[in-house]
């Protein structure tokens, strides 16, 4: 059964078509600059050549129109119409405290979704219109739901309560939720797969560093802990966000720079991290890795704070479950960076006798331990596969 796998943002749409039982990828691709001038899909069937089409898109209804005239394309197509396409998972951004799990979707999940668009005001609405452009044009196809908040609702109460007045807890649900709850489940289940290890024995931390960041606890399968809070600002340094700050320093720059809540939100979510700390020298990882060993002090200080927070998380969590057996990095910097995970393990996990191996952690693409057999906690590379979680919860859901 092939699987259309969907994320949809305010003004993208990444797909990809997955065939459910032999995990293969049939075919993947991107819309871009939906209701924008310059819409684009962009469009490569396994083992084929990549597309690229310029293609009017007024909202997310045409661009999966789009999608699927070019997965039932008669030259480029993967399948030969959409009744061979069993169903729809969707990424789901927010699903409060409704969705400790994926869910087939419904009208009243549609509901419960909308009930946590204040929780996630730019990403829960996009999600929505995603769903409703796929029931518009296959009414008759099944859909998932998978949302990134679900793995995170093991958490106990200590870990995601904040310490302010309880009634807003209670009035309005503020509190940690956590984000990239596929990728740290895949993860961490994976890291155990590979080891040959018990997933319910161990104590496992999760570095997904990529563009977007956290960290988690796993402990005996479940999540107790993760860096990203209410929303993806708290945290680890990202490419762009902020990560944590004092609280205090969002009315700070708003009186000296007068500026309101919104546009220091802004600079928080869009011109911090190392992009900021960097002083606009670049938000991407690579450019940082260029430029540091030319000593360029501000890359060098971003890379520094970045891995130092990493670091202290690791920490953070290896004291929250009382140890740790296993560390695992994935995601964009964590899979292909050997020089962020040196600088993380080499300079900052030596007492909890971590010895990385040199040779190991040159390699890329595959999971891979990158710890030397003594080493006391295990170091391994697991490249995420966001996608493939999706479509593997969404068969499981959907298969009659
Ligand atoms: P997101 O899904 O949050 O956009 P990704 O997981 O795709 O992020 O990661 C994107 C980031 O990965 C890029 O910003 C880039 O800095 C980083 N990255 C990719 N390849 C490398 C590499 N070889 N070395 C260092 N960083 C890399």
Sequence with gaps: MNILVINCGSSSL??????????QLAAKGLCERIGIEGSRIVYTPAGGVKEIKEAPMANHTDAIRYVLEALTNEKTGVVKSLDEIGAVGHRLVHGGEKFAGSTVITDEVIQAIEECNDLAPLHNPANLIGISACKELMPNTPMAG????????????????????????????????????????????????????NYEDLKIIVCHLGNGASVSAVMNGKCVDTSMGMTPLEGLIMGTRSGDIDPAIIEFIAHKENKTIDEVMAILNKKSGVLGLSDNLSSDFRDLEDAYPQGNVRAVEAMDCFAYRVAKYIGAYAAAMNGVDVICFTAGVGENSSFTRELICNNYLGYLGVKLDDEANQKRGE??????????????????????????ETYRLTRQ
């Design 14 to 23: 990444k797909f990809q078509l997955i065939d459910a039982q032999t995990e």
């Design 367 to 392: 999971d891979i331990t990158i710890s030397t057999p003594d080493s006391k906690t295990t170091v391994m590379v697991i490249p995420t596969n966001e996608e493939l979680a999706i479509a593997r």
């Design 146 to 197: 998978i949302f990134d908040t679900a793995f995170h609702q093991t958490m106990p109460k200590k870990a995601y309560l904040y310490g302010i007045p309880y009634e807003y807890y209670e009035k309005y649900r503020i509190r940690r939720y956590g984000f990239h709850g596929t990728s740290h489940s895949y993860v961490s289940k994976r890291a155990a797969e590979v080891l040959g290890r």
